[in-house]
């Protein structure tokens, strides 16, 4: 997990990869203005946020992930200043520091417990967290789950996503880019499959990706864990096993520490994208001195947002999206000085 | 003089047997040959089907570089494991050290920092591995828990502990001085972090064998009660044990952040097993009384080489750690095997 990286099954991808062109993501439009239109990358259907106020007297809880996840952080974030802007009380629920559903699960009771207007929800397991939430909504109480999902997400009012498989690949095209044309050969440092359905879909849009470019030798996949000792050993002997290696994509934060630990003590120069690192203050730094190449992203307090408008949509009866999905974003060194921009933990600090 | 000074050494004993064995018969005996053979093995095989890519100057100092902090724990955990304890509070200590290092790195300069910084932040490192030692002595000897549960409940408080001093978020504070200087740089073409963990396994081969402290160690774990009653300090001894090891974590965390510049708090719940994997492969008894630095060293490199040699020849490394397993059941069925005979005479 990366740390918290997600279980997710990840569905609602009508975007799909052709409609990736390597930048931006969905917008949340506030007030009356026009509906959203989700650019690439994300959903292409649209919704009306609601009017600034609408939501006054209203209480939501989110109960998100292990306190000081700063990706989890940084959802609440965008979730508590759309809640501010309707009005509405805005509570976090975090969960110990664990990843974990049995925490989770006697959190949600809590939460519910208090009586909320409504629930935001990022679960921690797809399948256990489905009893639960059914209960709190028989309870009159609606819930959006919110970055994760459920495998079954026939109770909740909305599940809004991210588009993991975007993130392989703008992965695939940068180094498609960077390559012009020349033979080389890139590598993967994810974690193994199955265990983490939201890295699956990062992987599989990184590799078949690839397919389209003749030039690119994709050399395989190396499986991670949490333990950065581990992750730099691995790919270290990727690094011994492929001196020329031009590219390597890390899916998770642990993978690229040690991508980047490996290849400083190689003095090597793959170009290493890390796979969505725009909440690891260590990855921002490294994209900033050029240790890295570049990384996948997701403007994850707009999906905190989108989150809550689809939670006070659904109270105030309006029309909800039901798989509303938030495209990737590829951020370069250059792309780092966007006015405005704010990255790494202080993403999380509200 | 106690008469604990006098207590022959675990390879004095040996001699006693027999008092002019001869060179081949002495490194018969050597209690490290099978894992030393073990190692030699999974070499062999890795030269002959990687060679091109396994049997390289630049692997060999990956190898040594990524196995170097290992040694560290392994060296401390040597002289726990032979004193008849067991520690499983590795990776909450230096989870702890490695957050309270970072959070001192920040307020003295951050990534900037310099000197002083790198001394204040060994000092903290240093000083909270030693704290949580201290404080598992202390809940083996004085409060008299079982070492087993005593460190698991470290573990947990100084895991927690570790989250609450940042709220759960890791910290990139490290100077980049001590990530160039001690992470990542090389002295005489062989990286810093090996010249140091070659130091600390010196030190610790010394102090075992060559010193009161460490015969006082073998003492302990062979019979804790005849150390006892042959004038041996046990408690006190024990509390040092522990507290010395909590400082090794804690050099440990240090040198986890020179090398990675990153805390990861929650990437050390294998610490303790890796630890104490190496030094059951290297031949220690997890019973106590038996072990060496070298073996433990010889213990370390096993999961090292598989994890690289695997990668190398594109073989999942998880298929290491099934190894590891293997290699582990047979070291200890071996040290059940020398117990058995040992009772036997």
Known sequence: ?350 | MTQADILPRPEDAEDLRDEHPGLLRRVARLPELGVLGGLAAIVALFMAWQPDHFATIENLRNLLANSSILTVLAMATTFVIIAGQIDLSIGGIIAFAEMATALTFRSLGGTAGGAGALVAGLGVALGSGLGWGGLNGVLVTRLKLPPFVATLATLGIAQGAAYVLNDGSDLATVPISLNTHVGLDNLAGVPVLVWLAAAITLLATYILRRTRYGRHTYAIGSDAVAAERAGIEVRRHVVTIYAIGGMAYGLAAYLNLALYSTTAVAGHASDALNAITAVALGGASLFGGIGTTLGSLIGVFIPGVLQNGLVIASVQPFYAEMGTGVALVLALYADRLRRSRDASR
């Open chain 1, 1 to 350: 997990m990366r740390p918290a990286r997600r279980t997710m099954t990840v569905g609602g991808l009508a975007c799909a990869a052709a409609m990736i062109a390597g930048c931006s993501a969905a917008a949340v439009t506030h007030n009356s203005s026009p509906p959203a239109a989700h650019k690439p990358g994300g959903t292409s259907a649209v919704y009306t946020a609601p009017q600034a106020g609408s939501a006054k007297g209203k209480t939501f809880v989110y109960v998100a992930s292990a306190n000081g996840d700063t990706i989890y952080g940084a959802i609440a974030c965008g979730a508590k200043a759309e809640a501010e802007r309707l009005g509405a009380t805005y509570k976090l629920d975090t969960i110990g520091p664990t990843y974990a559903a049995p925490p989770q699960i006697s959190t949600l009771d809590a939460a519910e417990a208090t009586d909320p207007s409504g629930i935001l929800i990022s679960p921690m397991d797809p399948h256990a967290l489905y009893t639960p939430i059914s209960s709190v909504v028989s309870s009159g109480i609606p819930v959006v789950t919110v970055d994760n999902q459920l495998a079954n997400p026939d109770k909740v009012a909305s599940q809004v996503l991210v588009n993991n498989r975007a993130s392989g690949v703008l992965a695939a095209d940068y180094f498609a880019k960077r390559a012009a044309g020349r033979h080389v050969e890139v590598a993967l440092l994810t974690i193994p499959l199955g265990l983490d359905i939201a890295s699956d879909d990062e992987d599989n849009g990184f590799i078949d990706e690839l397919k389209k470019y003749p030039n690119i030798t994709y050399v395989g996949a190396t499986y991670e864990n949490v333990v950065l000792s581990d992750n730099v050993a691995g790919a270290s002997a990727v690094l011994a096993r492929y001196p020329n290696l031009f590219g390597i994509f890390g899916t998770q934060q642990f993978a690229d520490d040690g991508a980047v630990t490996a290849a400083a003590q190689l003095s090597a120069h793959p170009l290493i994208v890390a796979g969505y690192g725009g909440q690891d203050d260590a990855l921002v730094r490294d994209l900033r001195d050029g240790t890295i190449a570049a990384m996948t992203d997701f403007p994850l307090a707009t999906v905190g947002a989108m989150a809550i408008d689809q939670l006070a949509n659904k109270i105030e009866g309006k029309p909800v999206l039901k798989e509303p999905t938030v495209g990737a974003i590829l951020r370069t060194e250059a792309s780092l000085n966007q006015p405005g921009l704010v990255l790494g933990s202080k993403e999380a600090d509200c």
